[in-house]
Nanobody, 116 residues
Framework: QVQLVESGGGLVQAGGSLNISCVAS????????MAWYRQPPGNQRELVAS???????WIAPSVKGRFTISRDNAKDTVYLQMNSLKYEDAAVYYC??????????WGKGTLVTVSS
């Protein structure tokens, strides 16, 4: 059974930083591309960053230069370091992995709130 558990969200002032993490279980973590999505209130879920099994990363243009995705295969954990946070970064952040059969798995999300 695939489980993704996010943590590390919270309230931060604009310009501040947060590092959120996602622990995965039930998958061959090191062989999977992991991704972070976010869903602001009233908006659709959007891809923020991804990291392949080889460590190749993709960062959304809206957060490039401010967010960094990384992984620790020994801990089955993927991270999202968020710096210079803006009000518009406030959202529920979700961890995602896609199975070899094309099934998407999601965590329950972690809420990031940015105060001005």
């Amino acid at each position: 059974q695939v489980q993704l558990v996010e943590s590390g969200g919270g309230l931060v002032q604009a310009g501040g930083s947060l590092n959120i993490s996602c622990v995965a279980s039930g998958i061959h973590f090191s062989g999977k591309t992991m991704a972070w999505y976010r869903q602001p209130p009233g908006n659709q879920r959007e891809l923020v960053a991804s990291i392949s099994s080889m460590g190749v990363t993709w960062i959304a243009p809206s957060v490039k230069g401010r967010f960094t995705i990384s992984r620790d295969n020994a801990k089955d954990t993927v991270y999202l370091q968020m710096n210079s946070l803006k009000y518009e970064d406030a959202a529920v952040y979700y961890c995602n992995v896609r199975s070899g059969y094309g099934v998407d798995y999601w965590g329950k999300g972690t809420l990031v709130t940015v105060s001005s």
